[in-house]
């Protein structure tokens, strides 16, 4: 059974970093999209970060040169290094697998959630 585990999150002040982890099991972790979401209280959940099982990356405008998303295949981990954070990061992050076997099985699993907390 597919299982992600987020970890990492926190309270930090703005201009500050932190990193996310997510731990994947029960999945081949190397042949997955993984990506970070995030959920502010009030708002949709949108797409912070993703990469590729092949390495390639995608980031929301918001994020580009300060997030940086990286994925250890022999650690079945992705990560999320997050800098010079704003008081609108603020957020709970979400880890997420999307694979297919095929273009009609596809497969989408989710975190709990970490809450990031930044003061101003």
């Known amino acids: 059974q597919a299982q992600l585990v987020e970890s990492g999150g926190g309270l930090v002040q703005a201009g500050g970093s932190l990193k996310l982890s997510c731990a994947a099991s029960?999945?081949?972790?190397?042949?997955?999209?993984m990506g970070w979401y995030r959920q502010a209280p009030g708002k949709q959940r949108e797409l912070v970060a993703r990469v590729l099982s092949g390495g390639s990356t995608n980031y929301v405008d918001s994020v580009k040169g300060r997030f940086t998303i990286s994925r250890d295949n022999t650690k079945n981990t992705v990560y999320l290094q997050m800098n010079n954070l704003r008081p609108e990061d603020a957020a709970v992050y979400y880890c997420?697998?999307?694979?297919?076997?095929?273009?009609?099985?596809?497969?989408?699993?989710w975190g709990q959630g970490t809450q990031v907390t930044v003061s101003s």
């Open positions: 997420n697998a999307k694979g297919a076997l095929g273009p009609l099985t596809k497969y989408d699993y």
């Open positions: 029960g999945i081949i972790f190397s042949l997955y999209t």
